[in-house]
Each structure stands twice: as C-alpha cells, then as structure tokens.
C-alpha cells in the first residue's frame, strides 16, 4: 500500500485515468466496429462516413498515448483499403 500522500495521490489518478482510457479505447472499437459493418453490407457511402468519424479519434488516441501509433496506422491503412474495395 501506498505510504506516502504523493503515491496515494498518483492511485486516485491513476484510477481515474484508467477510466477516461478505457472509455477513449471502447469508443474507438465501436467506431472501427461502425466501418467493419458497413464494408461487410456493401455500403460505401455508410462505410466511407463512418471511417471519417473514426480517423480522427483513432488519432486522438495516439497523441493522449492510449494506442501505438504503428497500429492506428495499419487499422487505417486496412479500414481505406478495404472501403475502396467496395464496388
């Protein structure tokens, strides 16, 4: 257990920011789930405005350091990929 009131400060934070984090993640899969479905329905209009609404969260969760940003990179390189491939 934490002794000293600076370490039970950073706990209290860290608790907090656990909780901001993980709503910014599920937040984010939500989105990606979003353009997933639409590429799956064959729907490019639906598909190409829900990758818009995810871009620009998924790179706000690189720069608040929730996700890497190798991965936002591949996920939006295979999210393009596979919405330009819809017919």
């Known amino acids: ?3 000293t009131p600076q370490a ?3 706990i209290r934070r860290n608790q907090a920011r656990a909780v901001v984090n993980k709503n910014r993640v599920s937040r984010i899969r939500t ?3 979003k353009v997933e479905a639409a590429v799956a329905a064959g729907d490019k209009d639906a598909a190409a405005t829900a990758l818009k609404a995810a871009q620009p969260e998924m790179a ?5 350091g929730v996700l890497h940003k190798n991965t936002v990179a591949r996920k939006y390189s295979r999210l ?3 919405v330009n491939a819809i017919a």
């Open 80 to 82: 393009t990929k596979s």
């Open 1 to 3: 257990m934490a002794n």
């Open 31 to 33: 989105l990606v789930k």
């Open 8 to 10: 039970k400060k950073r």
């Open 60 to 64: 706000r969760g690189v720069a608040k």
